[in-house]
């Protein structure tokens, strides 16, 4: 038995959460008193925490878009050559194992799932995207034009 320092009602041990369960230490309040303190804590550090959640996308965003700049300046394109990396785009060449465009994962900051991604891309100057959508319409054959 344990007594609770909030409501000071004396509670069976299992009524307390652990706070080092490998120490077998308890916390000093019960689980119905620590909810509430818990509860209470999240309603008033709300606006901070969204605060920092908002700060924390800002940094991750940048962090991806950045992360994209430097793969399209060091790439080309892999059909005609283009080194010019703001006209390169990123080309799945599979659209069914496609999740997402990457720009929207840069956009989200998701930087684990943009490599993710690229794995299933390939790099094309924005002409060569547009020539390679109509050809796929036309003849939907997309494997031959990024061969070449």
């Known amino acids: 038995m344990k007594k609770c320092s909030k409501c000071g009602i004396e509670k069976d041990e299992c009524e307390f959460f652990f706070k080092i369960k490998i120490k077998n230490l308890l916390h000093t309040t019960c689980k119905v008193c620590k909810r509430e303190i818990d509860r209470l804590s999240y309603l008033n550090n709300n606006n901070n925490r969204k605060i920092r959640i908002k700060e924390q996308r800002v940094i991750n965003r940048g962090l991806s878009k950045n992360y994209i700049k430097d793969?399209?300046?060091n790439s080309k394109c892999s059909k005609c050559g283009d080194e010019r990396w703001y006209v390169l785009d990123f080309h799945h060449l599979n659209d069914d194992s496609k999740i997402e465009n990457i720009s929207k994962l840069a956009n989200m900051g998701a930087t684990k799932k943009i490599e993710v991604e690229l794995k299933k891309c390939v790099i094309l100057c924005s002409n060569c995207h547009r020539e390679l959508h109509h050809l796929e319409r036309e003849?939907?054959?997309?494997a031959q034009l990024v061969e070449r």
């Open 71 to 73: 793969l399209k300046q």
């Open 139 to 142: 003849k939907g054959s997309v």
